[in-house]
């Protein structure tokens, strides 16, 4: 049984920052994986904001380029978002997904993954 487990979420400022975690265990990454962040705000859809795989490639969402960084230092370790200079429309809830395959067009795609974690809510007050 996967189990993801994200943490680091909160209330801050725009232009602040914050740092979200994400531990995953059963989780025995292999060759292949994919993991991401996604995220989702009251009456929005869930979006892709970054993902990372096994190859080292990492994706992007347009709306966060230069400002958030993903991070993983190996597979058995948790998986970060850096987020950086934040503004009042990345508040929502934070989810982290993990996925057996190396995902390359489809790494920012939720339907793609099949491991989620509960959420951390981060809030951006203007």
């Known amino acids: 049984q996967v189990q993801l487990v994200e943490s680091g979420g909160g209330s801050v400022q725009a232009g602040g920052s914050l740092r979200l975690s994400c531990a995953a265990s059963?989780?025995?990454?292999?060759?292949?994986?994919?993991m991401g962040w996604f995220r989702q705000a009251p009456g929005k859809e869930r979006e892709g904001v970054a993902a990372i795989n096994s190859g080292g490639s990492t994706k992007y969402a347009d709306s966060v380029k230069d400002r958030f960084t993903i991070s993983q230092g190996n597979a058995k370790k948790p998986l970060y978002l850096q987020m950086n200079s934040l503004k009042p429309e990345d508040t929502a809830m934070y989810y982290c997904?993990?996925?057996?395959?190396?995902?390359?067009?489809?790494?920012?795609?939720?339907?793609?993954?099949?491991?989620w974690g509960q959420g951390t809510q981060v809030t951006v007050s203007s």
């Open positions: 997904a993990a996925e057996r395959r190396r995902l390359s067009l489809s790494l920012l795609v939720p339907a793609a993954y099949n491991n």
């Open positions: 059963g989780f025995t990454a292999s060759s292949s994986y994919s």
